[in-house]
Structures are given as structure tokens and as C-alpha cells.
């Protein structure tokens, strides 16, 4: 049975009493220092077994991993799965062993593509990764169930497995087609991330040229389509207006599957306090990531001088890579790349709580998709040090529940409830771009 809140602190309170004094003998003869490291590895322990608890109550359900692309790029072919063993450690940041000791309960695995590929299909490449994901997760079904709904997810959880459900990351990959939305949501999509890095025709994306002022009239017409279907609407890598009319357009909670908070860390991609103190009324979720330069404005501020470096480089050297690789690796030695901590992100969790409230915070950690990581959240096995460290902040059992799964499942289970209601009053949408905003399909 779960413990209570007064429960753990009376017992944190117990081992910071009692531990300098258990073995006086031994501890009396410890330098003052090293007493202290194992009180705090006692406490952190403690805080560990607690959240353990929590987690064996309620599944913890991570917003968003890029598995299904890290293995296409790892492999010869880009469609083995078989190679890429999921029971043997990985060089990767997820692998069976490592989501069991993170004790992750339900997957958004991301079938992401990038939104350069144009010229190369996107609809092939989109078909393609939801094929390797479906494949990966049929590969162990001792581990992974196919979820498709919050139930599913429970359920899953209830037998020990991860419900594993598929989330797209770019509207680009329907190509201005309504039909083709409705294809990956029956192919198994729940969500869809409006944009990626590249702003689209009908959306503004945070890390590229705006050209809609926001959504256009198609973009607002993909939201209620979703909304019909029961697609989560996903705001992450969206521009701050497609964020605000996303919210005025949707009729269901919409979330951020990987995302931090622009309060915190000022950056394009994070979600600016205005826009979280609307989250209450929409019911919406933050799924808080762990790319460094998210979480951390001091390495933010990092890779943009790293990228004024590498400019006023290349205008020193111009056409001689060699130099600028040996200019830019002198430079780098004598600034070293700052470290983002576990701190770092639950001061994002804290701020994101303050403004929007507890209700409104989930997991996204975006690993495998990352080539840098926060110190302590190094891959799936770690979400419990995080937790702990909220834990030691003061959140308690209900609110670690909410940001562990129950706030998205809520999130997901209201996107099944509006689109029942909306699929008895509203037909598939047949409009087009060129019929809304006068531009070629």
C-alpha cells in the first residue's frame, strides 16, 4: 500500500536525527565531510524507496522517445529492428533492462521524421518509422503492448508490460492532407506535434522563419480534425502564436510532449508563462524534457556563442575546414561546455507547478533523440532521481502521481471523451488547403 506523505518525512526526519549517531564509534572517527555524504546518501536512499513506491502505484507514462529513429540510424538497413537488441544493453539511451530500473509504465514513442526529406517522400519515411516502431514493440511482447487509448495503458501497466502507443512528430508528414491524418491515426498515431524545426505551410515552427502569423485557416482546421478523431494536438516545437490559437482553436487538452519552461530557460522551443497560465482552463500538459539547452540557460547561452565562434571562424578560414575544426577545438578548451543538473530541470517542474499547477506537468525526456544529456537523467533508467529530488523539494504523493502518468492519462482519456461526442455532431472534414488559405495541396 502506498505510504503517506507524513509517513516518509517522519522517517526523513528519523535518519537526520539518528544517523550521526547510530554508530557513534565510527561516525565520531569520520571526517565531518564524509558523515555528511552518508547522511545525504541515506536521505537519498530514503526519498528512492519512497518514490519506488509511488511508481509501483501508478505507471509512469514518458511523453516522448526517439527510439524508432535511433535504431534506423544505427542499423544497415534502416528497417532492421532485429539487429538493434533491446535485451542486451544498448549504445543508445533506452534498452529493456534500463526502462525496467526506471520503472517506465507507458511509451509515446516518437515516429519522428525529419522535416527536411522532402524530396525523399515524407509519407514513405513517416510509413516506415511507424513500421519499425509497431515491429519493435510486437519483437517483445513480454515488455511492450500496443496502447491505443488511456485504458489500454492501465491495463498494460496492471500486467507488468509498457503500453507503448505512437506519437508523430511533425505535421509535415501529412503532406496538407486531412485524409492522410486520418490514415496515421488509424495506423495508430495518438498525437501529432503540429510542427517540428521547419515551419510548414498551414503552422509556425519556434526554430525556424515565421510566414503564418501562427496557424492559417487549414492549420485550425487539422486541430478540430484532430479533436474529432481523438489525436492529441501536441505544441511542442510550435512558434508562441501557433501555441495561443492552438489553445483557442482545440476543443480536448493538448499537451507538450518534450518541452521546458521559457520562464526558467528563455529559448524559441520552451513554453512562455502566458501560455501556461491558460493550461487550467484547457486541461493541457507540459511534458517536461531534458535536452540541456532546454533546461539550462547557462548552457543555452553556450551554443549561441559556440555559434558566433564558429561564424567569425569560418570568416577567418573561409574553405579551409581544418583550420576552423582546430580554431573551434582551441577555443572550446578553454571554455569548457557548462553542465545542466537535475536541479536545472526541477526548477522548470517547480516553475511550470507555480503558474499552471500541479495538474499540468507530465515527463518527456526526448531520449534517443539527444546527443547531450543532463548530469543524473543520462537515460531511461534515472526518472526516480528526478523524482526523489522533487520529493526532497517538498511535491507530494498526489502531485508525483500527476506528473509520473495520471496528468497526461487525463489528457489522453479527454481527447477519447470529446472526439465521442464530437464523431456523433461532425463528419470527417473534406476541406482543403487550397480551399482555406488559397494555396496548392
Known amino acids: ?140 511482447p513480454d515488455v511492450f503492448v500496443p496502447a491505443f487509448t488511456a485504458a489500454d495503458v492501465r491495463k498494460a501497466y496492471a500486467q507488468g508490460k509498457i503500453g507503448s502507443l505512437l506519437g508523430m512528430e511533425g505535421g509535415h508528414a501529412i503532406e496538407n492532407s486531412l485524409g492522410a491524418l486520418r490514415a496515421y491515426y488509424e495506423l495508430g498515431a495518438r498525437y501529432m506535434t503540429l510542427t517540428h524545426n521547419v515551419t510548414l505551410d498551414w503552422a509556425d515552427a519556434a526554430n525556424d522563419v515565421p510566414r503564418n502569423n501562427g496557424l492559417t485557416a487549414f492549420g485550425k482546421e487539422v486541430v478540430r480534425e484532430m479533436n474529432r478523431l481523438g489525436m492529441i494536438v501536441d505544441l511542442a516545437h510550435t512558434s508562441p502564436a501557433v501555441m495561443s490559437q492552438a489553445l483557442s482553436v482545440t476543443e480536448a487538452p493538448v499537451i507538450w510532449s518534450h518541452a521546458a519552461a521559457r520562464g526558467i530557460t528563455d529559448v524559441p522551443r520552451n513554453v512562455p508563462d502566458s501560455i501556461l497560465a491558460r493550461l487550467p482552463k484547457n486541461g493541457g500538459v507540459v511534458m517536461m524534457t531534458f535536452v540541456p539547452g532546454f533546461v539550462s540557460q547557462a548552457v543555452a547561452n553556450y551554443g549561441a556563442q559556440v555559434t558566433a565562434v564558429r561564424d567569425s571562424i569560418a570568416t577567418r578560414f573561409p574553405n579551409d575546414n581544418d583550420a576552423q575544426f ?15 543538473t537535475i536541479s536545472d530541470v526541477a526548477d522548470h517542474l517547480d516553475h511550470i507547478k507555480k503558474i499552471a499547477g500541479a495538474a499540468h506537468v507530465g515527463i518527456g525526456g526526448d531520449f534517443d533523440g539527444i546527443t547531450e544529456t543532463v548530469q543524473g537523467l543520462e537515460d531511461v533508467s534515472t526518472y526516480p532521481t528526478l523524482f526523489a529530488e522533487l520529493l526532497k523539494r517538498g511535491w507530494t504523493a498526489t502531485e508525483l502521481k500527476g506528473l509520473a502518468g495520471e496528468n497526461v492519462l487525463r489528457v489522453l482519456k479527454g481527447a477519447e471523451s470529446v472526439s465521442a461526442l464530437l464523431r456523433t455532431s461532425r463528419p470527417s472534414s473534406t476541406k482543403t488547403i487550397q480551399q482555406l488559405d488559397g494555396r496548392r495541396p
Open 1 to 140: 500500500m502506498l505510504k503517506n506523505s507524513r509517513a516518509y518525512w517522519v522517517v526523513c526526519a528519523g535518519l537526520a536525527m539518528s544517523a550521526p549517531t547510530a554508530a557513534m564509534g565510527q561516525v565520531s572517527a569520520k571526517k565531518p565531510a564524509a558523515a555528511a555524504v552518508s547522511i545525504r546518501e541515506a536521505l537519498l536512499e530514503t526519498r528512492l524507496a519512497y518514490v519506488r513506491t509511488i511508481l509501483r502505484n501508478t505507471p509512469l507514462v514518458d511523453g516522448h522517445n526517439d527510439l524508432p529513429w535511433a535504431m534506423r540510424e544505427a542499423a544497415k538497413d534502416p528497417l532492421d529492428v532485429v539487429a538493434y537488441d533491446l535485451r542486451r544493453p544498448t549504445a543508445g539511451m533506452t534498452d529493456i533492462a534500463r526502462l525496467r530500473k526506471g520503472m517506465v509504465g507507458g511509451q509515446f514513442w516518437s515516429v519522428y521524421i525529419p522535416g527536411e526529406v522532402r524530396d525523399s517522400g515524407y509519407a514513405r519515411i513517416q510509413l516506415e518509422q511507424i513500421d519499425i516502431a509497431k515491429r519493435v514493440i510486437a519483437r517483445y
Open 326 to 340: 582546430k580554431a573551434v577545438a582551441a577555443w572550446r578548451e578553454t571554455h569548457p561546455t557548462p553542465i545542466a
